[in-house]
């Protein structure tokens, strides 16, 4: 991956990891077969170096995952506007990767780890809805291949 | 451009422009010429179905763009985690469209229009910051030509 351009505003890996693991929903960018970007909200849980997602069977992401694999995912953390700075005060993180589709084991871990982090007190109940919903959810795995992250003000 | 697959939960255009003129950053998609996607949030302003920012004379996604200007920019208003019901409120507008540097009076009037939804108390103050920063600064311009947005709860 190219460096930043900006390597005093740079955060480490480490500080990346821990705001991608806080952040309630990431962009995910995606590519179609014309080139034409997209870029959607989307709720994730990060696990061990790869960020999961539930979605439908069918949609606009998961056609261009299928054609192009490579995707980015952005979180942003706290932002503060200072009007009288002309500057914006924000943390952020850039994740690059390769998308598949899990099965098994692995999916249904997903779909818990992400009933662990939006809704952990209702982990019981949750697991009788994935159960419910099997068959309309697919589960995507984003395998982190780059991470960087930025924080303004510049360290 | 391919239509939503949950009609139920599409909000009209003019409610996807209010959220783009109210929202203080977006995330900016773009594509590599190897096909690699790269999200990247940024501070914009809206006016006549364009989409403004500026950003450093070189760098990713100027890059990104030079090679392929078509891009998406996609933001989200309030969201609310429901724990119970494994679900999350939010509302959101994707916008896709074509990316280009604008230059002299359009550029001019595109920093001012920054200028007044980020720091509408020292717009003359922020006048005299655009002269200081001409040389390093760009704009660039997305033409919209297409808008969606979202709604959870559906309608």
Redesign the interface.
């Known amino acids: 991956m190219?460096e930043m351009?900006r390597k005093d505003k740079e955060i480490g890996t480490d500080e990346a990891i821990k705001l991608l693991t806080s952040c309630?929903?990431g962009?995910?960018?995606?590519?179609d077969n014309e080139?034409?970007?997209?870029?959607?909200?989307l709720?994730y849980a990060y696990k061990d170096n790869c960020i999961y997602f539930h979605c439908?069977l069918?949609?606009?992401k998961i056609n261009n995952i299928k054609d192009?694999p490579?995707?980015?995912?952005?979180v942003?953390g706290e932002?503060k506007?200072l009007?009288?700075e002309?500057a914006?005060n924000?943390v952020?993180a850039?994740a690059?990767g390769v998308a598949s589709e899990v099965q098994g084991t692995e999916r249904y871990n997903a779909l818990v780890w992400l009933?662990e982090k939006?809704?952990?007190?209702?982990v019981e109940?949750?697991k009788r809805?994935i159960e419910k919903k099997d068959k309309a959810t697919k589960v995507i795995k984003i395998k982190i291949q780059h991470i960087s992250g930025k924080k303004e003000p510049a360290k």
């Open positions: 190219r351009r309630e929903y962009v995910l960018s995606t590519v080139e034409q970007p997209y870029g959607v909200p709720n439908a069918t949609g606009h192009n490579k995707v980015s995912f952005c942003v932002t506007i009007p009288s002309f914006t924000y952020s850039i690059f009933l939006f809704s952990p007190e209702f109940e949750g809805h």
